[in-house]
């Protein structure tokens, strides 16, 4: 029992370093994103943030290609194949001197990127179902909180004691090491009898099995609302920082913060998901997601600047909620879908980043020397994503109306 306690452990954690290759390679660049505009010739600082959102293009990409894949092939052999994309693409990322070929690169970094977030999901999906897998995704999730709270102090150091291109290349090499951990103790997880021949009207089947089940879209589609919201911030946090707030020296402290907040929500999560049950956690999470942004929005506008406390006590608090809501709003979308979980999983990346991607693009526009449509964009975002978790959740409604 000892044993196979100890081995749920570890794959807990090789689970949570496989997503944390995709959070040390965006959140590591964010303190870089001046230094690597003024090199690359950017003569309009609001596109530095694109170099956030084009991985996230590339995960969506990337996961609808390998989560089918994965049904027919296994969970490992697409692993391996995604970090052969994940080194070609840190490599044109590190050597490149244009803008444009940056982007590419960064794609294909998300596309590479792709495979080992998506086998991570599918893989806790094929070993666990219920309450108790939404327990075991947010251990995952915790732990993997701790990369962000690491990795811009990280990028920070490597970009002042060597240069940006560092960053890529610690990214790469950080990437191996997990890479040799899974080849040698993570099993395929894939049970054989789960295995669909491969053809290509496989991905039709799929998807057409997915669209069929209403709670795995609806889910999916809030997922989508709350990464593009919280999306917004980690595009425009480094320029919130260092341009609203003048705080360029203690911008790594601030995200490692903030991370926190969200690392403490999901490790609550953990503990709290079996004795109330996901929907319950989704509902109370997703109110406070809602008044606290429109608090915000209510007591400050665009001529009031708030001081770096409060705005940090705002944000501390939205991202608490926000931990509630990803583990757990996968794990919803991912329940029914135990047969299909390889495209199912894709399918549920690649919608809600294929949203998101557009949704932090349009609302980081707007934030350029003030929070608030930060806040406003948080609200709407909110106020859909509520709706149509009522739309599949009648009863929660009806309690609603009698009281």
């Known amino acids: 029992m000892k044993n196979q306690s100890r081995s749920q452990a570890e794959f807990v954690v090789l689970m949570a370093a496989l997503m944390s290759i995709v959070a040390l390679s965006i959140d590591a660049v964010l303190p870089a994103l001046p230094d690597i505009g003024t090199y690359l010739n950017v003569t309009d600082t609001t596109d530095n943030p694109k170099l956030i959102t084009s991985i996230f293009l590339g995960l969506g990409i990337g996961q609808l290609l390998f989560g089918p894949l994965s049904d027919s092939f296994g969970r490992k ?26 982007l590419l690169g960064r ?7 792709a ?22 995704l947010s251990v995952v999730v915790m732990i993997f909180i ?17 240069h940006w291109h560092s960053i890529f290349y610690f990214n790469l090499g950080f990437g191996i090491l ?6 040698l103790r993570q099993p395929e997880t894939l049970k054989d ?17 997915f669209f069929k089940i209403k709670p795995a879209v609806i889910y999916t589609l809030l997922s989508g609302l709350i990464t593009g919201s919280f999306m917004v911030y980690l595009s425009t946090s480094q320029r919130i920082f260092e341009q609203q707030y003048n705080m360029k020296e203690e911008f790594p402290l601030i995200f490692a913060s903030l991370a926190i907040s969200v690392g403490l929500s999901t490790f609550l999560n953990s503990q709290l998901v079996v004795r109330f049950g996901m929907k319950k956690i989704v509902h109370t999470a997703m109110l406070g997601f809602i008044l606290t942004s429109l608090l915000f929005v209510f007591i400050y506008n665009f001529n009031t600047k708030p001081s770096i406390e409060i705005l940090l006590g705002f944000f501390a608090i939205q991202f608490f909620t926000i931990g509630f809501l990803f583990g757990n709003l996968r794990a919803l979308a991912m329940e029914p879908m135990g047969h299909i979980a390889g495209i199912g999983s894709a399918l ?23 929070v608030t449509p930060l806040f406003i964009g948080f609200s709407i975002c909110g106020i859909i994503s509520l709706f149509l978790f009522y739309s599949i959740n009648n009863r929660i409604l009806k309690s609603i109306k009698r009281i």
């Open 77 to 102: 052999p697409i692993v391996y194949i995604g970090f052969i994309v994940f080194i070609i693409a840190s490599v044109i990322c590190a050597t490149t001197k244009s803008f444009e070929i940056m």
């Open 107 to 113: 794609v294909l970094q998300g596309v590479g990127l």
């Open 115 to 136: 495979s080992p977030r998506t086998m991570c999901i599918a893989m806790v999906r094929d070993s666990y179902s219920g309450d108790y897998m939404a327990k075991i």
């Open 146 to 162: 701790l990369v962000p709270v690491i990795a811009p102090t990280l990028g920070q150091f490597l970009m002042q004691h060597y």
């Open 178 to 183: 997990v890479m040799l951990w899974f080849w």
């Open 193 to 209: 009898k789960y295995r669909i021949t491969y053809r290509l009207s496989i991905f039709k089947t799929g998807t057409i099995a």
């Open 348 to 370: 549920n990346g690649f919608i809600s980043t294929v949203m998101a991607v557009p949704i932090a693009n349009y609302i980081g526009k707007f934030v350029i020397d003030s």
